[in-house]
């Protein structure tokens, strides 16, 4: 067990829709990062948050959006889903803000859309 | 930018093999890299780390070498077990605050 919690653990709905994704981080971590697993695009970063604010952003398409909360949990949110989004998305976390911190990851969010 | 190469799998094993999964890996300065195992059903987990070069990363009976000189970090296991049975991803951290992943090794251990 990690330490971090994602919730729901099994996600179904249909095109067009929009759903939310949660994440709380470890207990003491500042950071928080979203990644998506897919079979055709394996495992692609999407956004980083410390503290709050924004950090770092990868290959995340303008349709999704994150957040980080002053409790420090985040929720991702996905919009106008399309087939293609459909994937594993985790969360993980760390205790700093460098690259070089140990990510922690949670047992992920799986996402079909019919 | 910044790349992460691994041997295609499966890997298929007896149980007591040696086990080497290669990782090779592209990236411009100095890197940290890991390892991470993901058994079915579950998150990703991180198996082990180096920081620098020639640093030595172990866990579990799992072992790599950071290797500048061939950027590399291959994982190895002198005796695999059937519940080292998953999917062994290679990544590194560089400036940029994210993990570039390789496309992940499934081992799969007969008894």
């Known amino acids: 067990d990690s330490g971090v919690t994602q919730t729901p653990k099994h996600l179904i709905t249909a095109t067009g829709q929009r759903v939310t994704l949660r994440c709380s981080p470890r207990?003491?971590?500042?950071?928080v990062y979203w990644y998506q697993q897919s079979l055709d695009q394996g495992l692609q970063f999407l956004i980083q948050y410390y503290n709050g604010e924004e950090r770092a952003k990868g290959n995340i398409l303008e349709r999704f959006s994150a957040q980080q909360f002053p409790d420090l949990h985040s929720e991702l949110n996905l919009s106008s889903l399309e087939l293609g989004d459909s994937a594993l998305y985790f969360c993980?976390?760390?205790?700093?803000?460098?690259?070089?911190?140990?990510?922690?990851f949670g047992p992920g969010t799986r996402l079909t859309v019919l | 930018g910044d790349s992460v190469t691994q041997m295609e799998g499966p890997v298929t094993l007896s149980e007591e093999a040696f086990l080497t999964i290669n990782c090779t890996y592209t990236?411009?300065?100095?890197?940290?890299l890991f390892w991470y195992v993901q058994y079915p059903g579950e998150g990703l987990q991180l198996l082990l780390k180096a920081t620098k070069a020639d640093d030595k990363g172990s866990n579990k009976g799992f072992e790599a070498t950071y290797r500048k000189e061939t950027t590399s970090f291959h994982l190895e296991k002198g005796s695999v077990q059937v519940s080292d049975s998953a999917v062994y991803f290679c990544?590194?951290?560089?400036?940029?605050?994210?993990?570039?992943f390789g496309g992940g090794t499934r081992l799969m251990v007969k008894p």
């Open positions: 990236a411009t300065g100095y890197p940290s």
């Open positions: 990544a590194l951290a560089n400036a940029g605050n994210m993990l570039t």
């Open positions: 993980a976390s760390s205790s700093g803000v460098g690259w070089r911190d140990t990510q922690y």
């Open positions: 207990s003491g971590d500042l950071s």
